[in-house]
């Protein structure tokens, strides 16, 4: 058998997600607000461990999003554990600018925390 046709083999024994994009992810710590965007990673429950790790925040973690081939930003207010927001969009600006945005009409005076991009 030719190395091409077992390439194309693989290919088609591959799921979605190792021949396109990696996945990615958005958590937020309930008690503290903190999140983080991870991407990048072969499936969602990876994006969702390491999402979970980076924040450190166990059994209070909140998955917001998981996302593939696109940005997604995570906003925060800083006095607020209530307000918040993620968003995604074909950017980093227009992922972050939408978070912020959406963060605000929620009632806060709000920053963008973390945007990555899986594509």
Not at 23 to 34: H, I, K, P, S
Not at 42 to 69: M, Q
Request: glycine share 6%; hydrophobic share 45%.
């Amino acid at each position: 058998m030719s190395a091409t046709r077992i390439i194309a083999i693989l290919v088609l024994l591959a799921t979605p997600d190792q021949v396109m994009f990696g996945v990615g992810a958005v958590v937020r710590d309930r008690r503290t607000n903190e999140g983080t965007v991870v991407a990048h990673k072969p499936t969602a429950a990876d994006a969702i461990h390491d999402a979970k790790l980076a924040v450190g925040c166990g059994d209070d973690c909140e998955v917001l999003r998981t996302f593939s081939n696109e940005c997604a930003a995570y906003a925060m207010d800083d006095s607020s554990k209530n307000i918040f927001a993620s968003e995604t969009a074909a950017t980093y600006n227009a992922a972050a600018e939408a978070a912020v945005e959406q963060c605000v009409a929620r009632g806060g005076s709000c920053r963008v925390m973390q945007t990555e991009c899986d594509k």
